[in-house]
């Protein structure tokens, strides 16, 4: 089955910087990849999400890039403001399948 | 909208114990999902329905069982606690039986078995 991997597993950055995010996934048949915020005491929410058709997706500081060949995905936040901090979960799925697979996730502290 | 409803929100149980957990959406969602959430694991599919009356397994099915009771709630039961499934648990809706869609959690039910 799938398997996900997710690095690093702690990251933290200026206020300001940047913060990239990396995954690999196994199955050469996953074709979709959402990417899910979860502050703390709070529930996952979807923040970005791409197809396999395409190589990369951007929404406003936030972009995902694709790599098919390599089978790995990247989160890029740019100009980090201190409400990114939270933990960050990539996650890999065959679109026409219900179930999708996380990664073990990232948490991101946001130095002022 | 509710949204995606959990009970309860904290449990404690002793090894050997019962219990169920709820789960509710009010979105006409078809597909409905329980993860367990632990420190430096992620989020661990346990099981999950594509639609009302159709269940499957997912990475962590084992000590575990699901009712998809209609196409609102979704249940999940703990037959003999054990340890090991001190976790978090979130249940997780989407509108669609393809991935596709987004997940949309609940709030989570904390549980400790001692």
């Known amino acids: 089955g799938e398997n996900v991997e997710q690095h690093p597993s702690t990251l933290s950055v200026q206020e300001g910087d940047s913060a990239v995010i990396k995954c690999t996934y196994s199955d050469s048949a996953s074709n979709y990849f959402p990417w899910y915020k979860q502050e703390l005491g709070k529930r996952p929410q979807l923040i970005i999400d791409i197809r396999s058709n395409v190589g990369e997706k951007k929404d406003q500081r936030i972009a995902v890039t694709l790599n098919k060949t390599a089978k790995h995905f990247s989160l890029h936040i740019t100009e980090t403001q201190p409400e990114d901090s939270a933990v960050y979960f990539c996650a890999a799925s065959k679109g026409s399948a219900s179930k999708i697979i996380f990664g073990s996730g990232t948490r991101l502290s946001i130095r002022p | 909208n509710a949204g995606v409803t959990q009970t309860p929100k904290f449990q404690v149980l002793k090894t050997g114990q019962s219990m169920t957990l709820q789960c509710a959406q009010d979105?006409?969602?078809?597909?409905m999902y329980w993860y367990r959430q632990d420190p430096g694991m992620g989020l661990r599919l346990i099981y999950y329905?594509?639609?009302?009356?159709?269940?499957d397994k997912g990475e962590v099915p084992n000590g575990y069982n699901v009712s998809r009771l209609n196409k609102r709630e979704f249940s999940l039961r703990l037959e003999s606690a054990a340890p090991s499934q001190t976790s978090v648990y979130f249940c997780?809706?989407?509108?669609?039986?393809?991935?596709?869609?987004?997940?949309?959690f609940g709030p989570g039910t904390r549980l400790t078995v001692l």
């Open positions: 997780a809706s989407s509108e669609g039986r393809s991935s596709y869609n987004e997940q949309f």
């Open positions: 329905s594509a639609s009302e009356g159709t269940t």
């Open positions: 979105m006409n969602h078809n597909s």
